[in-house]
């Protein structure tokens, strides 16, 4: 396993995985400007790092995956920088949600207003039984600003959105579950290993048809169901012309496991 370290975020790599630790123990790994510039210069490496097939994000400690923005910031905005802050910090979750590889996040404890939201921005969310999910700006006087109204609506329903986003009330990770909010929940112990585990998974897979099950579904939801087939169809026809494709009927029908070079 290599390590790089910027400031404020960990990189790790496990083979064809790599894992994004947000590292600001101390306020409970806030993201403040610094570190979302971060966040968005390493998933762009990442993005266009052939040999990373998945990625892991998660918090530095036991107690937080991340607390939110950074207050401290959000105390001294004008209306102007509070929309271009705004405007930023949703640029770098659209990146994550449009990676065009599935990033898994690991919540390990407090995933609370932008943490939250980073959360929905991944493709997969795995909560340690210890973690707390919740869009308290509401106490602060202030709304969501990274996407959190609109992917809490698109993820759990109206209904619950409505009442996490007016309350401002964390849940706990079983309710979580229950609601959708996250895929499964692991005792805290384990979470890596799970989230390691469901990554190589993934990983493991023909990485083209990965990469078109993200665009389907992604691109697909926000089109009228017609649209939608239509390009699950040219979707499906570019698979065609993957010798991944071939070799995975092929195995198939040799009774092997298939062997994927992402071609
Ligand atoms: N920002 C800055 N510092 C924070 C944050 C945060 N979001 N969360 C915690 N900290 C700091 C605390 O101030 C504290 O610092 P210090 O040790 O210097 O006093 C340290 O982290 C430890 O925190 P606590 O002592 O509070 O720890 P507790 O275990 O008592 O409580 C909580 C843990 C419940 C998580 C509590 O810290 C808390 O409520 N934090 C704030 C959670 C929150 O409101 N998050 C939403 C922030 S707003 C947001 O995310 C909006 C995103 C969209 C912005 C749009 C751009 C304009």
Known sequence: MREESPSSLTLQRD???AVVTVNRPKVLNALNIATL?????????????????????????EKSFIAGADINELAALTPTLGREHAR??????????QLGKPVIAAI????????????????IRIAADTARLGQPEINLGMIPGFGGTQRLSRLVGTGR???L????????AAEAYRIGLVNRVVPASGLMAEAHRLAAAIAAKAPVAVRYVLEAVRGGVQLPLADALALE?????????????????????EKRAPEFKGT
């Open 37 to 61: 510039d971060e966040l968005a210069a390493t998933m762009r490496a990442l993005q266009q790092d052939e040999t990373v097939r998945c990625v892991i994000v998660t918090g530095a400690g």
């Open 161 to 163: 959105a409505f009442e």
């Open 88 to 97: 930023a910090g949703q640029a770098v979750f659209d990146l994550v949600e």
């Open 165 to 172: 986003l007016l309350t401002g009330e964390p849940i706990g």
């Open 108 to 123: 390990n404890g407090y995933a609370l207003g932008g943490g939250c939201e980073l959360a929905m921005a991944c493709t």
């Open 15 to 17: 083979g064809a995985v």
């Open 233 to 253: 169809a040219t979707l499906f026809g570019l698979m065609a012309s993957t010798a991944d494709m071939r070799e995975g009927a092929r195995a198939f029908l």
